[in-house]
């Protein structure tokens, strides 16, 4: 089972930036599709992004696009999401999750495929 350690998270004005990232541990990730979903007080969790297994694919979610990019670094067992131009809304609690690879593709639609998770890091945006 992969292991995940989140980090990167903090306070950041509007407009501002964050590099999260999304260490493995216990298996090498090029085995793995790799996603960020978040989760906000009171909401439901929702996908933000994903990035195939050698990188070649991503997705993201609308309300992000143009804003955040995902990149992975196989070789660091790593992934990492850039996020700019953040926004108040964007604020909440960041998960990687790692699902093995079976397609192309990645999906940010059902979590529930994800088989493992990591503990989350901590995004606020405020002035």
């Known amino acids: 089972q992969l292991q995940l350690v989140e980090s990167g998270g903090g306070l950041v004005q509007p407009g501002g930036s964050l590099r999260l990232s999304c260490a493995a541990s216990?298996?090498?990730?090029?085995?793995?599709?790799i996603a960020w979903f978040r989760q906000a007080p009171g909401k439901e969790r929702e996908g933000i992004s994903c990035?195939?297994?050698?990188?070649?694919?991503?997705t993201y979610r609308d309300s992000v696009k143009g804003r955040f990019t995902i990149t992975r670094d196989n070789a660091k067992n790593t992934v990492y999401l850039q996020m700019n131009s953040l926004k108040p809304e964007d604020a909440a609690v960041y998960y990687c999750?790692?699902?093995?690879?079976?397609?192309?593709?990645?999906?940010?639609?059902?979590?529930?495929?994800?088989?493992?998770w990591g503990q989350g890091t901590r995004v606020a945006v405020a002035s």
């Open positions: 990035i195939n297994n050698m990188g070649g694919s991503t």
């Open positions: 999750a790692a699902v093995l690879t079976a397609g192309y593709y990645c999906q940010i639609q059902m979590s529930g495929q994800y088989g493992s």
């Open positions: 216990g298996g090498t990730i090029r085995s793995y599709h």
